[in-house]
């Protein structure tokens, strides 16, 4: 219980820091996990608004239904229905961005000390979410034929949770054999499946495996076991705060109630302007537009990695999102790396904070994004002197 | 417990079904809290957010810092001062509306079980936002020389909570002796009090007494006893889902570690334009304009209620708020009464939801901001109708 006292402060510390380094202008931070302003489609979003404002002030300036607006809930529906989802408007919730998902999710489905099953390492935002209910975390266990959710004699968890599309930290895609046997193992369990997927459509090579959600589907109407999310954060800009949960329908029934309790409703302001974005394909463009500049950020991260790391140190290649994970030699302390990287003018993320049992020490996660080419490639040639130098006092 | 669970549901389903209501024009609704949408300065808001998009949005559609905007702590710490209250802009957070502000309090005051003391009945998304922690409810109790907070013997709970301007349900205001009594037995007992003023901007008629966290406060920094919640709800539209708190600074550490676990941040881009609208006067001129028009609305509801209730009927006379406050013949009963006035195309709510521990069940609470004079008197006629037939059941 120290431990992770401990691990939840200092998680929330670097949270903190992490948002505080964003609003230095001096450092460059390859930290935080925001999107390039560049593709914020500001001229729209301020139309979407206008529009929304005008066309009906009595409604969109109101408290609204805490489901979310009708014309949003079908509009979110049909384009997960065009991804081969099968879902109608009454499986979807809107959320205020998909952190407030999270939560809703683990105050609907855990009690105290219930479990939650897990890759390490995570989403930190998602063990901030779920800390209120003090959970019990196991790993997935792959090692064998099909993947189990808890050591034998344990207790089964309540749900289990996956980012199959650029996890956030590790930036990595779950292969569709790994996504069809979390499926497979999730029913032979009745072990609720979250899948949260605020990163999909930035994928800018490979192609993008079946969903969770369309392989646990069956053919009658949508049941289970998989519970999804999504948001416009990535997509248009993460200041709408407009997320969703999609859920059997007596799940969003349980879902509303919890919503009630927390904001009682997403702005209906900010539901009217993000349906009109999603709606006249604004979110579609911003997202291409995304993809292409994040590729030429990420080009340009790895180019600097290969150039700039010491030996014996590795990264991953990913095909889309936002982040870089890179592993450090064992010898090195990423706690250490982030207090020398911030003197040197980098802001990165000790990747410790990202564990929810048994956090690694030599590893940060990058992020590429929501910085210039120019200063990544300074930023990560700072970070490789800074690990020279720790390397070199280490040894 | 039982009985707790049972008035959980029904509290909930009535939040539900009353927000259903809202959205179905046939129903005069009475219902709800909702404010007059003729006062929503829908072209100054319209004008808010265009400038906040294009001055910056770099900034304003990106996430933002957990605590909130820098220029709107000070602008509210400054809000605060000019009425006497000794805050500076690290005692300020913001919130998704003020519903967020009683969830960041109870995360961030209540383990499991913990004690909270108030007066029934209550506002009942405060029950809501507290339900995840369990607590054990007390009445503040008003019978000897100075309140108490909890039976001999009983623990002392973590804090009371107080609706001193204009309680939801009931509209009435606490006296300025009942006050400063209560803030004396804060600081002798060493509890907190938590202030919630969504309404006091509301008033039209009578003085203000001073409020909990002036009376509270010593000549230092600011260090409680007493913990402060607006919004700008009531004053220029919800759907901002702008609110605040202030707090001693240290408390306000520990709700930014939970506020960034519930949304991450509130809409910097909500922010900028609440901002705005505040700094430009907005938010003062719409106030005055919601005192105008809901004395008008007041004093038709008080005239139908004297022509078309039934003997026996009482309410209370708001100086201010949304809400009146009616008592019925003990022979009926308010989720009745509830039903046959929906049949009768009027809403209203049952006046058992808004209570925590002993619900009274021959109450009903009345809002009058949401409905012009007309529809007010034709549907206190209507429910003067439904208890007329009731009474006459009864007897």
Redesign the interface.
């Known amino acids: 219980m120290d431990n992770r006292a401990d691990w939840f402060e200092t998680a ?1 510390d670097a ?2 820091v992490l ?2 380094l ?2 230095r202008p001096e450092v460059i931070s390859l930290a ?1 996990g ?2 390039a ?1 560049e593709i ?1 489609p ?1 001229d729209a ?2 139309a979407a ?2 529009r929304a ?2 066309q009906n ?2 409604r ?7 489901e979310g607006i009708g014309p949003l809930r079908e509009t979110v529906a049909e384009k997960l229905r065009q991804d081969g989802l099968p879902v109608e408007a009454d499986n979807i919730i809107i959320t ?2 998909s ?2 998902g999270l ?1 809703l999710i683990g ?1 609907t489905l855990l009690n ?1 000390g219930d479990g939650i099953a897990l890759d390490e390492p995570t989403f930190l ?1 998602a063990l ?2 779920w ?2 209910a003090s959970p019990t975390y196991t790993a997935i266990d792959w090692s064998g034929n099909t993947p189990t959710f808890a050591p034998a004699g344990a207790a089964t968890p309540k749900f289990a949770y996956a980012l199959p599309n650029f996890r956030n930290p590790t930036g990595e895609t779950m292969p569709l054999a790994q996504r069809q046997a979390l499926v497979d193992a999730a029913k032979r369990d009745s072990v609720i499946l979250l899948e949260d997927n605020p990163y999909g459509a930035l994928r800018f090579e490979g192609e993008q495996p079946a969903s969770l959600l369309s392989l646990g589907a069956g053919d009658g109407p949508y049941d289970g076991p998989v519970v999804y999310m999504g948001t416009v ?1 990535k997509t248009l ?5 407009v997320g969703w949960i999609a859920a059997p329908a007596g799940m969003v029934d349980s879902l ?2 919890a919503k ?11 539901q009217y302007a993000a349906l009109n974005l999603i709606e006249s394909g604004v979110e579609e463009e911003t997202s291409k537009a995304a993809q292409t500049l994040y590729r030429s950020r990420r080009d340009a991260m790895l180019d600097a990695l290969r150039q700039f790391m010491p030996e014996n140190v590795s990264w991953t290649q990913p095909e889309g999102g936002m982040f870089i994970w890179v592993t450090l030699p064992e010898t090195l302390d990423s706690q250490q790396v982030f207090d020398a990287a911030a003197s040197a003018g980098v802001g990165i993320v000790p990747g410790s904070v990202f564990y929810a049992m048994n956090p690694v020490r030599n590893t940060i996660r990058l992020n590429f994004t929501n910085t210039s080419e120019d200063k990544i490639r300074t930023a990560v040639e700072r970070l490789g002197q800074v690990l020279q130098a720790q390397h070199q006092a280490a040894a």
């Open positions: 929330n949270t903190k948002l505080q964003s609003q935080g925001m999107p302003p914020f500001s979003v301020a608004f206008d404002i005008r002030p009595a969109s300036l109101q408290y609204g239904p805490a205020t961005g952190q407030q939560v105050q105290r935002g901030d979410a800390r209120p954060s800009a993460p200041a709408l705060r509303i109630v009630q309790g927390l904001d009682l409703c997403t702005s209906p302001l900010n």
